[in-house]
């Protein structure tokens, strides 16, 4: 499979692979980053795939066919990178697609290599152990930077200057994960942690706090959901936006339960340390920063499946529970909105919209939207998204007002009427 002599290329989905690579580089894996999905990438997907995937599915396809046309691409020494996962999602179905274009193209040399959740997502090379591991790092401080910079940029007093910080910073989180992780990776995010800090900001206006979910790809991808963290930013809103931790966080969980039910306790011990790893370091990275950001940290998993059950079975897997289970999480943190962003046409999704009103309603009809994204250039997103972010405004405001009244109301002790002074 992966020798020295290969390269390994990764979708660039989102920043996070920057890091994945660079954990491969340091296992001696030759790793490269494709460059982010454009237009071409979205042409070449929509010509060779059927019309029924998915946008990712098409822009997935469309990135490794754009590398292969490039001069000098070479079959024989070339991997594609292609996690999957099981379940009716087409996700699941990527890597078949794939490798069927793929051969029908006359590119049968060229492999993809698909890492699944159903064993959380082991790794390749002489150390798929080690690998996994300083790409759980990565992945981490990845998250923790995007945190950083969507709790920094809505505030900063020159443009563009948190998006350089943000630059500055991923590079030097990709290069400790080529270094090797550890504590190189915690120094990293130290000294990212204190450059964000160092950032002058305005913060006298309190801008509305979107909670972003939704499924992963279109949700962390900026040209499949046409920046939408920024354009709810220039629409006056700041955005608490799930993660990549999220989904490897409900892989582990789901190993775990399921192999609990089925009795294989042997599998459950070994997600079980799965877990306790992922735990550990996303605590120990978090600790950096914590101190540089002001909302608290995403509840764990195992938390946010017990806050869904009453609403919908965790059980029942596939991303839809992940979605719920952090829109609850944001709801109860007291976010003024809710976007939950996927595929046109995505089936997690759908359930997630279709349960929407159930999982507002404990927290006062807290403003919802959903998003589907087709690779089309729509100007009714825009005109949505402006509406609910004036209903966020509204939101936030009336809430505001409340908590105001409640404060100034005077207080009953044992059915006394209280002492003014």
């Given at each position: 499979m992966t020798?020295?002599?290969?390269?390994?290329?990764l979708p660039r989905m989102s920043d996070h692979a920057f890091a994945v690579a660079g954990a491969m580089r340091h296992q001696g894996i030759c790793a490269e980053v494709l460059p982010p999905p454009d237009a071409e990438s979205m042409a070449i997907g929509l010509d060779l795939c059927r019309g029924r995937e998915c946008l990712p599915c098409f822009l997935c396809i469309g990135d490794m066919v754009r590398r292969t046309r490039r001069p000098g691409f070479d079959p024989e020494r070339a991997i594609f990178f292609m996690p999957t996962g099981p379940g009716p999602c087409r996700f699941g179905q990527y890597r078949v697609l794939e490798r069927e274009i793929l051969d029908r193209l006359g590119l049968s040399a060229v492999e993809v290599v698909s890492p699944d959740s159903a064993s959380s997502y082991a790794l390749f090379g002489a150390?798929?152990?080690?690998?996994?591991?300083?790409?759980?790092r990565g992945i981490v401080a990845v998250d923790l930077l995007l945190k950083l910079l969507h709790e920094h940029r809505p505030y900063e007093t020159q443009a563009g200057t948190a998006d350089a910080t943000y630059a500055r910073c991923l590079e030097r989180v990709a290069q400790a994960a080529e270094a090797g992780g550890g504590r190189r990776m915690t120094e990293a995010m130290e000294w990212s942690a204190r450059q964000f800090a160092a950032r002058p900001a305005e913060r006298s206006a309190a801008r509305?706090?979107?909670?972003?979910?939704?499924?992963?790809?279109?949700m962390l991808n900026?040209?499949?959901?046409?920046?939408?963290?920024?354009?709810?930013?220039?629409a006056g809103g700041e955005v608490l936006q799930s993660t990549f931790m999220d989904w490897l966080h409900f892989s582990a969980w789901s190993r775990r339960t399921q192999s609990w039910l089925l009795g294989d306790y042997k599998d459950w011990l070994a997600a079980r340390l799965v877990v306790s790893y992922q735990d550990h370091i996303e605590h120990q990275l978090h600790r950096t920063v914590a101190p540089f950001l002001r909302q608290p940290a995403d509840a764990p998993m195992p938390s946010i499946m017990e806050a869904l059950a009453p609403y919908y079975d965790p059980v029942l897997g596939t991303e839809a529970v992940v979605t719920m289970g952090r829109a609850l999480d944001y709801a109860a943190k007291g976010v003024s909105g809710i976007l939950n962003v996927m595929p046109f046409s995505c089936m997690p999704g759908i359930i997630v919209g279709a349960m929407a009103p159930r999982l507002r309603e404990p927290f006062g009809d807290v403003p919802w939207l959903d998003l589907s994204y087709?690779?089309?250039?729509?100007?009714?997103?825009?005109?949505?998204?402006e509406a609910f972010?004036?209903?966020?405004?509204?939101?936030?405001r009336r809430r505001a007002a409340r908590t105001t009244a409640l404060a100034a109301k005077p207080r009953r002790t044992n059915g006394e009427i209280p002492r003014v002074e």
């Open positions: 020798t020295p002599s290969k390269t390994v290329y150390n798929p152990r080690q690998l996994r591991q300083q790409a759980w509305p706090v979107i909670g972003v979910v939704g499924e992963l790809y279109v900026l040209y499949s959901n046409g920046g939408l963290v920024r354009q709810i930013e220039a087709d690779g089309q250039e729509e100007t009714n997103i825009r005109t949505r998204l972010m004036h209903q966020a405004s509204q939101f936030q």
